[in-house]
T-cell receptor, first 115, second 113 residues
Framework: AQKVTQAQTEISVVEKEDVTLDCVYE???????LFWYKQPPSGELVFLIR??????QNEISGRYSWNFQKSTSSFNFTITASQVVDSAVYFC????????????FGKGTKLTVNP | DAGVIQSPRHEVTEMGQEVTLRCKPI?????LFWYRQTMMRGLELLIY????????DSGMPEDRFSAKMPNASFSTLKIQPSEPRDSAVYFC???????????FGPGTRLTVL
């Protein structure tokens, strides 16, 4: 069965620091998708990125970047020059293509950015 | 574009009462998912539908929980009778197909006294 591990339960940084949120996944399948979602204090779940298992290119979107490495089964998320508005719980998730078709979430990392 | 719509946003009820949560998925999306989020258990998938048909309800905790999707634009999750341990945030999500990106509604915060 697939599994997603976010070992960092909570991270606290000062504004403008860079921060990396770790995500390690387990699956025996070769075709899958990885996701990151953000849950701010207001409670909604906001989609950030979807990555195909065959596409290991890193992606950058503004201050956000993602590093996908199949060799280490990791899909890490970096926020550059963090801001207070980045404070949220961030979830990494995995779904198999053609498998159980259930999105498996990690337990989340709570990021607090202090002014 | 309208996202996933859920109602009510907050619900406070007494133990034993029936609770109905509602969801309108994004137009054109064929898959709909119901999740529950608690501090203890995190995000749990309760049930999902594809083309209005329930595909997997193995996450539904008990017979007190039921879900329907009578058409492509509406789904309900019902709890009857409700219990205090059902207190949680219930999210509805929809996607183009079962493995595509899921977009979540704002959630319904349920409190059972």
């Amino acid at each position: 069965a697939q599994k997603v591990t976010q070992a960092q339960t909570e991270i606290s940084v000062v504004e403008k620091e860079d921060v990396t949120l770790d995500c390690v996944y387990e699956t025996r399948d070769t075709t899958y998708y990885l996701f990151w979602y953000k849950q701010p204090p207001s409670g909604e779940l906001v989609f950030l990125i979807r990555r195909n298992s065959f596409d290991e290119q890193n992606e950058i979107s503004g201050r956000y970047s993602w590093n996908f490495q199949k060799s280490t089964s990791s899909f890490n998320f970096t926020i550059t020059a963090s801001q207070v508005v980045d404070s949220a719980v961030y979830f990494c998730a995995l779904i198999l293509k053609g498998g159980s078709e259930k999105l498996v979430f990690g337990k989340g990392t709570k990021l607090t950015v202090n002014p | 574009d309208a996202g996933v719509i859920q109602s009510p946003r907050h619900e406070v009820t007494e133990m034993g009462q029936e609770v109905t949560l509602r969801c309108k998925p994004i137009s054109g999306h064929n898959s709909l998912f119901w999740y529950r989020q608690t501090m203890m258990r995190g995000l749990e998938l309760l049930i999902y539908f594809n083309n209005n048909v329930p595909i997997d309800d193995s996450g539904m905790p008990e017979d007190r929980f039921s879900a329907k999707m009578p058409n492509a634009s509406f789904s309900t999750l019902k709890i009857q009778p409700s219990e205090p341990r059902d207190s949680a945030v219930y999210f509805c999500a929809s996607s183009l197909d079962t493995t595509d990106t899921q977009y979540f509604g704002p959630g319904t915060r349920l409190t059972v006294l």
